[in-house]
């Protein structure tokens, strides 16, 4: 078993849909960080967080430390977020990524 | 500002050939310097980090080895490649000090084939 593990694994939506991506995780944290991947590999760090809610422009990350699980909110999503977005705990323990499709 | 640089960008190696990736930062000092790899359908796996010259921590035995000349510079070597070292290396810093609590900035990607 994972030590992160992330759903749905492929999600598409349409533009303007309001997304979530889920990650459990079942190791002890400092922090829990999201990331996104773009088609051609780079990674950027979207958040890093230990406890509650953090929001930037239309993205939002929320963490349950009790329950050991984050959630990614994207609202009014649009085809510029297509990417695979990617969970870790700390920084050694990473998500498979959800691959996020959002058409026109 | 910090920008982070690797490279080269894409290689195709044969098998037992070896290999050195580079990855420099700028603009900070004494970052914490990480070298992941991606294997196709794979997540993010730690192969090195460290928190110094000379300070190199293995996360995951292998065919891999790392080390730190100075301090902003992470070389990622092989003697003799495998078929299973092909994937996608990533560099990446984060602040000394904030643990595994740090941001991560991450480099460009080096990609490795290895027929």
């Known amino acids: 078993k994972n030590e992160v593990e992330q759903s749905p694994q492929n999600l598409t939506a349409q533009e303007g849909e309001f997304i979530t991506i889920n990650c459990s995780y079942s190791?002890?944290?400092?922090?829990l960080h999201w990331l996104q991947q773009h088609p051609g590999g780079g990674i950027v760090s979207l958040f890093m967080?230990?406890?509650g809610k953090k929001k930037h422009g239309r993205l939002i990350a929320t963490i349950n430390i009790q329950e050991k699980h984050s959630s990614l909110h994207i609202t009014a999503s649009h085809p510029r977020d297509s990417a695979v977005y990617i969970c870790?705990?700390?920084?050694?323990?990473f998500g498979t990524g959800t691959s996020l499709t959002v058409i026109p | 500002s910090q920008t982070i640089h690797q490279w080269p960008a894409t290689l195709v190696q044969p098998v037992g050939s070896p290999l050195s990736l580079e990855c420099t930062v700028e603009?900070?000092?004494?970052?914490?310097l990480y070298w992941y790899r991606q294997a196709a359908g794979r997540g993010l796996q730690l192969l090195f980090y460290?928190?110094?010259?000379?300070?190199i921590s293995s996360e995951v035995p292998q065919n891999l080895s790392a080390s730190r000349p100075q301090d902003r510079q992470f070389i990622l070597s092989s003697k003799k490649l495998l078929l299973s070292d092909s994937g996608f290396y990533l560099c990446?810093?984060?602040?000394?000090?904030?643990?595994?609590?740090?941001?991560?900035?991450f480099g460009e990607g080096s990609r490795l084939t290895v027929l």
């Open positions: 870790a705990a700390n920084q050694f323990y």
């Open positions: 603009g900070t000092s004494n970052p914490n």
């Open positions: 990446a810093w984060s602040v000394l000090g904030t643990g595994v609590s740090g941001e991560l900035f």
């Open positions: 460290s928190v110094g010259i000379g300070q």
């Open positions: 190791v002890g944290i400092s922090a």
């Open positions: 967080l230990s406890s």
